[in-house]
């Protein structure tokens, strides 16, 4: 079983629609979640953040986690066609050989068409 | 610009060369780490210096030799690399490696090992 599972996707939305892109990971004691966005040809860059269980805002994202389901997702508002890329979901391992580092997804390919 | 800088940005070397590759940070940072990206797999942590020290080597073969002089400077020594090596290298930093603290990568090298 992968540590963090993400939908490859790719997912199609039109242009201002909410795009929903989704993430599960195994290791329950996990505390900080991340998304980062990578466009083709770049390095991650970082997006949001989350540490509590519900919802965070920030613009047009919104982070939501939910520890009891082990599941973390990142609504995107209006979507615009610069946002498209490759959206990565990163998770801090909670003890052991895990503690601190964070582990990727593979990334789900989202595609905004106008 | 993340304040973490990368060079080279493209790197071509034969199996029986030994390259370097320099990672800079500006943002103050304690942590610094290597990562592998490669086509159609996640990132995949290869080191974690946490105050000039070494804290994680992520089962990461001989030929990848890391060198952490200070806090700001992260390399990576490469020698006698294999064809299956070939990746963008991408660094990052965060304020300490508890993980409790987003990462900020730089731009990366993509390697090729011909």
């Known amino acids: 079983q992968k540590e963090v599972e993400q939908n490859s996707g790719p997912l199609s939305v039109p242009e201002g629609a909410i795009a929903s892109l989704n993430c599960t990971y195994s290791?329950?004691?996990?505390?900080?979640f991340f998304w980062y966005r990578q466009y083709s040809g770049k390095s991650p860059e970082l997006i949001m953040f989350?540490?509590?269980?519900g919802d965070k805002e920030d613009g047009r994202f919104t982070a939501q986690l939910n520890k009891a389901s082990q599941y973390v997702s990142l609504l995107i508002r209006d979507s615009q066609p610069s946002d498209s890329a490759t959206y990565l979901c990163?998770?801090?391992?909670?003890?052991?050989?895990?503690?601190?580092?964070?582990?990727f997804g593979q990334g789900t390919i989202l595609t905004v068409h106008p | 610009e993340t304040g973490v800088t990368q060079t080279p940005r493209h790197l071509v070397m034969g199996m029986t060369n030994k390259k370097s590759l320099k990672c800079e940070q500006h943002?103050?940072?304690?942590?610094m780490y290597w990562y592998k990206q490669s086509a159609k797999k996640p990132l995949e942590l290869m080191f974690v210096?946490?105050?000039?020290?070494?804290?994680e080597n992520n089962s990461v073969p001989s030929r990848f030799s890391p060198e952490c002089p200070n806090s700001s400077h992260l390399f990576l020594h490469l020698h006698t690399l294999q064809p299956e090596d070939s990746a963008l290298y991408l660094c990052?930093?965060?304020?300490?490696?508890?993980?409790?603290?987003?990462?900020?990568f730089g731009p990366g090298t993509r390697l090729t090992v011909t």
């Open positions: 943002l103050g940072h304690n942590a």
């Open positions: 990163a998770v801090t391992g909670a003890g052991g050989t895990s503690y601190g580092k964070l582990t």
């Open positions: 989350i540490y509590s269980n």
């Open positions: 210096y946490n105050f000039k020290e070494q804290t």
């Open positions: 290791d329950r004691g996990s505390q900080s």
């Open positions: 990052a930093s965060s304020q300490t490696a508890s993980g409790d603290y987003e990462q900020y």
